[in-house]
């Protein structure tokens, strides 16, 4: 965490606390090219020290990128024909259910905007 890696408490991070902290992460493996481009790409205002509040941004920048690429492997999954649309009959065949019942349709109705 930023705390963790702020080794001298000044609510900044400098590149080499960045370096130092991400070595002591066992599920982090970056060359030091990647980290010097990580910071760099975190420090938005480009001071040479990372704050807290550019921390927490290049994370949530982040948090938000995997989500959308989950959301886009999910849709991927279910759009069974690729036609880059998901029909009731894809949701159907991919929850295993026989025929349509109403509270199905509802709320197929209700996600479907076009």
């Not at 900044?12 to 066992?26: A, F, R, S, V, W």
């Not at 927490?56 to 990128?65: D, F, P, Y």
């Not at 849709?75 to 690729?82: G, M, P, S």
Request: some cysteine; proline content about 0%; hydrophobic content about 40%.
């Amino acid at each position: 965490t930023f705390e963790a890696m702020d080794k001298n408490n000044d609510g900044l991070l400098t590149l080499e606390e960045l370096k130092e902290g991400l070595g002591d992460c066992h599920e982090v493996n970056l060359a030091e090219v990647d980290i010097v481009a990580l910071f760099h790409e975190m420090d938005t205002d480009e001071e040479g020290h990372v704050e807290w509040t550019e921390f927490l941004a290049a994370l949530s920048s982040q948090s938000m990128l995997s989500s959308k690429i989950a959301c886009q492997e999910a849709f991927a999954v279910l759009d069974i024909d690729r036609d880059g649309k998901i029909s009731l009959d894809e949701l159907h065949q991919m929850l295993n259910l026989n025929k349509a019942h109403d509270e199905h349709l509802e709320l197929f109705r209700c996600m479907d905007k076009n």
